[in-house]
């Protein structure tokens, strides 16, 4: 990027450019952070070999739909399911959109991770799951990294005493969405790849885990493909 990333730039504007695509940004939704490119750009190259004429995926804690979006637009085939918790991520998503005239294809819901998705008809049918969750724990909030909340959302960062409590839902939740042969990826915090893939690992339910690095060598996605049920 030419500048320094900065939140307060992003909500002064009301635009932010992910993926080399711009999006609305309003208080109430994480403005999209650089690093997350990795992961679109990390489930782009899965969509990519997986060659399907038209690919089922769920952008889960969509945030302000950078995602969703940024996929849609990439692969023109791709229908979208975005959900979040909070009524300003649900409303960015929406707005985002609806500004790329993806509404048709980037459908929105509210609710509690899965929760929100219930009734859709999506249960094992789900070719990419793409998760950018909170990874910060309740103390680094408080301390070393509160200045994180004082312009964005804490439900954007807050995630238990681990920074891991998101993951872990969403680990647990997954396969039930995904059909065999479908990918998991998640962004995760810096030093969290390990824990991440060994939440994968215990739960018997992905093969094929691992992690991308990002150019300075420091692992920010973690994806595993979701085995055959027995």
Not at 109 to 117: C, I, R, S, V
Not at 146 to 171: C, K, Q
Not at 174 to 199: N, T
């Given at each position: ?7 307060a730039?992003?909500y002064g504007?009301g ?8 999006l609305?940004?309003?208080p109430g939704?994480?403005v999209?952070?650089?690093e ?10 899965v ?13 889960m ?14 692969v023109?085939a791709?229908r ?8 300003g991520c649900v409303?960015a998503t929406?707005?985002?959109?609806a ?7 980037v459908s929105?819901?509210?609710?509690d991770?899965f ?12 070719d ?6 909170p990874?910060?724990?309740e103390k680094?909030?408080e ?5 994180l ?6 439900e954007?960062?807050a995630?238990?005493p681990?920074?891991?409590?998101i993951?872990?839902?969403v680990?647990k939740d997954a396969p039930r969405y995904?059909?065999?042969?479908g ?6 915090g ?8 060994a ?11 691992r992690?991308?690095s990002n150019?300075?060598?420091e ?12």
């Amino acid at each position: 990027m030419s500048k320094e990333f900065s939140v307060a730039d992003a909500y002064g504007t009301g635009r932010a450019v992910f993926m080399g695509l711009e999006l609305l940004v309003a208080p109430g939704a994480l403005v999209p952070r650089p690093e997350t490119e990795l992961l679109g750009t990390t489930a782009l190259g899965v969509l990519h070999r997986m060659n399907l004429p038209t690919p089922r995926i769920i952008d889960m804690c969509c945030g302000a739909g950078n995602l969703a979006c940024a996929i849609a637009h990439r692969v023109p085939a791709a229908r979208v399911w975005a959900s979040d918790l909070t009524d300003g991520c649900v409303e960015a998503t929406r707005r985002n959109a609806a500004h790329h005239g993806m509404a048709d294809r980037v459908s929105v819901h509210q609710g509690d991770l899965f929760g929100a998705l219930a009734g859709q008809g999506l249960e094992g049918a789900i070719d990419v799951i793409v998760c950018n969750p909170p990874y910060i724990s309740e103390k680094r909030l408080e301390g070393d990294r509160a200045h994180l909340v004082e312009l964005e959302p804490r439900e954007a960062f807050a995630a238990g005493p681990y920074g891991l409590s998101i993951h872990m839902r969403v680990v647990k939740d997954a396969p039930r969405y995904l059909r065999p042969g479908g990918v998991l990826l998640f962004e995760v915090g810096l030093g969290q790849d390990r824990q991440v893939m060994a939440l994968l690992e215990r739960s018997k339910a992905y093969e094929n885990i691992r992690a991308v690095s990002n150019e300075a060598g420091e692992g920010r996605v973690v994806l595993g493909q979701a085995r055959a049920q027995a």
